[in-house]
């Protein structure tokens, strides 16, 4: 079976015995470590997300950028452009954050179910 990561095909075979497609687990860990150690990721990002300090300071740098791509001249493209790719980068770490949080729910609900049952 090959399996498509970015652009370059990788046939299974190819791969190390320990590799794990959905969590690639380090070498190092057991599969309880390191869904420890996702949740507790996920905590953490949870908290900061809830963190009315953390919200406010994002607040203030999208708007921050946002001002200085509105208030730029037409000649300042290169300004503009860095400004949106900050914003950019400060959108994905919120979305980022938000996949930690996710996945640690998931893994949370997926511990309290049952251990014979069919989902």
Known sequence: MTKQT???DTREEDLPD????ENRIPPNMSQEEYERHVMDKGMAAQRMLADTSFNFLYQEMVTE???GIINSHPAQKE????RYYQIRGLQDL???MQGWVSTAEMLSMRSEQPRNSIV
């Open 94 to 96: 919120m979305v980022k």
């Open 65 to 67: 950028h946002v001002n």
């Open 6 to 8: 970015s652009n370059v």
């Open 79 to 82: 300004e503009r452009d860095d």
């Open 18 to 21: 320990n590799f794990q497609w």
